[in-house]
């Protein structure tokens, strides 16, 4: 449940080092403070989401929605949002492994093609398929991740100034809304234990990782537009294809993220694999659109669903914790 999670948040933007530059470099030392706060909210988020699927009717991210928002316009809405959201973000996905392919000398199309299909595939169990495909992608994920900014952190190999609590809020809801897409569908694997060990472990291991990246990359000199593939060139040399595979697995956790959700919204167990088909169809046309073009789309829609989704996580939390404390009043 913990790799699920983990491996929903880590995407091609953390794993090349650039969300984290983004949203704490510019901040120094006091950008640590911000990555705590930012680890404390994943934490929680992946506790309420998981609570909320066990406890309640929930096997997608519309259900989610209807327990966490009260009001059926503002459901609708979210959902609509949400529908747009995990397709355009599969064909972002999608352009990214086409993109790292091509790199590689394979035609960027086929690229496409060949990222949307190993996607179906391992998807085609549903949610057992999703949860092994992270267990088996995850952990080398991780620890190629730990290997490069422990290298870094305790000897530089590249020798930045100093509201990081906003950035942190920011960072932190940026990737809540993917991760609650995987991991409303999980309710066949849930029970009371894997709800705490699930989302705090998830949460601690995503903030762990992140917090790993933060001091590796403070110390690089500029701003490179992939700061840990700078890494992985300075330390590894030629041997940085290991990294770039580390990213390649980032983006296909992320890809599993968006179309398993979105799979599990618009279809049923009979016709899971047909909806599978028809997303990884659309995401590849999408890509042909290129990979920054459905970027400057994306993150408009992604921050919308955030906003909706954090603040009826919120509603909830609250909520849940009145109740308790009027069942202890009561006693």
Not at 69 to 77: A, E, F, M, N
Not at 166 to 195: D, E, R
Not at 296 to 319: F, T
Request: charge should be positive; aromatic fraction near 10%; charged fraction near 10%.
């Amino acid at each position: 449940m913990a790799a699920a999670y983990c491996g929903a948040v880590i995407g091609a933007g953390f794993a090349s080092g650039r969300e984290v530059m983004s949203f704490f470099g510019k901040y120094g030392d006091m950008g640590r403070a911000g990555v705590i706060v930012a680890t404390a909210m994943f934490m929680w988020a992946g506790v309420t989401i998981l609570d909320v699927t066990h406890r309640s009717p929930v096997y997608s991210y519309q259900d989610l929605l209807s327990i966490v928002l009260r009001s059926p316009l503002l459901i609708k809405v979210a959902d609509l949002l949400f529908l747009a959201t995990l397709q355009v973000g599969t064909g972002v996905m999608i352009a990214a492994g086409g993109s790292l392919f091509s790199g590689w000398g394979v035609h960027y199309a086929a690229g496409c093609l060949i990222f949307s299909a190993v996607c179906c595939a391992l998807l085609r169990t549903g949610s057992a398929g999703f949860l092994r495909a992270n267990v088996w992608l995850v952990p080398g994920m991780i620890a190629v991740i730990i290997m490069l900014c422990l290298m870094q952190i305790s000897h530089p190999a590249l020798a930045v100034e100093t509201g990081p609590w906003g950035a942190a809020v920011m960072y932190g809801a940026y990737n809540i809304a993917i991760a609650a897409v995987a991991l409303s569908t999980l309710k066949p694997h849930l029970s009371s234990t894997a709800v705490w060990l699930g989302g705090l472990g998830g949460g601690l291991l995503t903030g762990g990782l992140l917090f790993l990246e933060y001091l590796a990359l403070m110390q690089l000199p500029g701003q490179a537009e992939m700061p840990m593939l700078e890494l992985a060139a300075a330390w590894l040399g030629a041997g940085k294809l290991l990294y770039e595979f580390t990213l390649l697995a980032a983006v296909t956790t992320t890809a599993l993220a968006n179309m398993h959700g979105l799979a599990a919204r618009i279809a049923g167990a009979d016709k899971y694999r047909f909806a599978l088909a028809a997303i990884g169809g659309l995401g590849f046309m999408l890509a042909q659109i290129g990979f920054a073009g459905l970027v400057d789309l994306l993150y408009p829609l992604l921050g919308i669903c955030n906003i909706v989704l954090v603040a009826g996580l919120c509603y909830y939390s609250l909520a849940r914790v009145l109740a308790a404390g009027k069942s202890r009043g009561g006693r």
